[in-house]
């Protein structure tokens, strides 16, 4: 261990990111990723950037990407915060909200492997709260935890299940604490939470421009929440960084948001071919989880998930597993393209044989 670093640094895990080997070209289904290209309209966007403004630093307000959230989202512009993806708006949510010698931040055991990161690196304590057997959450669980606030991502990662708005509009009314929505994976499920934050100001919902916009390259999130929450990752944000989103990102995502319709067919295309690889899948004796999401979690007896995942590498087939209790078993694999999800059932199909 380096003697330079602090304690700790010494002392954390970080989250490890999706593989992109450069040995030779894979079906990338291992995160998330959207399959078809961004909006035309992004790319206009993308090329309106007047390269010689690249000398000054970006709109600091934000404006314009703002508004364009905040129509899209039916909320008015000061109640929204964009940050460098989600996960640095996640980073700021642990950081703002909760105590490092408080009660803790409660989250299920099978989540968003990044949630424990954030607790380990902000010293927060961690309340977990484990998945029922089917791995679906029992809100109530969560909710009589003595912790300082909750996080939930919905539809839930890796599993890919999704929870109705009415059971999270009742557990964001009964907590009375903070509740951070994860909606990461929303746009293929349909029950967002942002309607909810006009009436409740212990709710933050936090979205992202990678899965649902195909913007994954570009590095753009934004949080929807009652005005005081906003500001209290203002504090945070101009702590760290004044400027997040740099002048590209905040044209083009601004561009993005506004063109619902394009986004609207094309994650109809991701949410269709989920339907049919989960069959597929099904048909070939594996266990799948019903998914609300971009991503299917399956299984299938007597093979363990390193091992579906090293057969499918060799196959030139990426997809993710995750070494750990209760879902070691499982390979989580991004519904690719038509083409891409053939690919796959293809290599499937070859060592299955
Ligand atoms: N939340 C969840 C549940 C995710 O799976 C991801 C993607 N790894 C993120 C947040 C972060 O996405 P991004 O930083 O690309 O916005």
Redesign the pocket.
């Known amino acids: 261990m380096n003697t330079y670093l602090n304690k700790r640094a010494q002392g954390i895990v970080p989250y490890v990111?999706?593989e992109q080997p450069k040995d030779k070209k894979y079906v990338k289904l291992n995160?998330?990723e959207n399959p078809y290209p961004p909006s035309p309209k992004a790319l206009e966007a993308y090329k309106g950037v007047n390269f010689s403004d690249l000398r000054l630093y970006p709109p600091l307000a934000m404006d314009k990407l703002k508004s364009a959230v905040a129509e899209a989202e039916g909320v008015s512009p000061e109640n929204v915060f964009c940050g460098?993806?989600?996960?640095?708006?996640?980073a700021f949510c642990f950081s703002a909200f909760f105590d490092a010698d408080g009660k803790g931040a409660a989250f299920a055991d099978i989540?968003?492997s990044?949630y424990p990161v954030f607790c380990e690196f902000f010293g927060i304590p961690q309340v977990i709260v484990p998945l029922e057997e089917d791995f679906s959450q029992d809100l109530e669980k969560l909710r009589k935890t003595p912790a300082q606030g909750a996080v939930i991502?919905n539809p839930?990662?890796?599993t890919g299940m999704g929870i109705a708005r009415e059971e999270i509009e009742k557990f964001v009314a009964q907590s009375g604490r903070i509740v951070i929505v994860?909606e990461?994976?929303m746009p293929f499920y349909g029950q967002s939470a942002v309607p909810l934050t006009q009436k409740y100001d212990n709710l933050l919902v936090?979205k992202?421009?990678?899965?649902g916009y195909s913007l994954?390259g570009l590095?753009?999130?934004y949080a929807v929440g009652d005005r005081e929450l906003i500001s209290a990752l203002e504090r945070c944000r101009d702590s760290f960084n004044s400027y997040p989103v740099d002048t590209v990102c905040q044209a083009v995502c601004a561009a993005a948001i506004a063109d619902g319709e394009y986004y609207r067919e094309k994650n109809a295309l991701v949410i269709s071919e989920r339907e049919r690889l989960s069959k597929e899948l099904a048909r070939r004796g594996f266990f799948v989880l019903p998914s609300c999401s971009n991503f299917v979690f399956a299984k299938k007896s007597g093979l363990s998930g390193r091992e579906v995942y090293e057969k499918l590498r060799e196959r030139g087939v990426l997809v993710r597993h995750f070494q750990k209790p209760r879902i070691a078993d499982f390979c989580r694999i991004t519904v690719g393209s038509a083409e891409q999800n053939d690919a796959l059932l293809a290599a499937l199909d070859d060592f299955l044989s």
């Open positions: 990111a999706g995160t998330n460098n993806g989600s996960d640095e708006i996640l989540t968003y990044f991502a839930n990662a890796p994860d990461a994976y936090v992202t421009f990678s899965k994954a590095r753009c999130g």
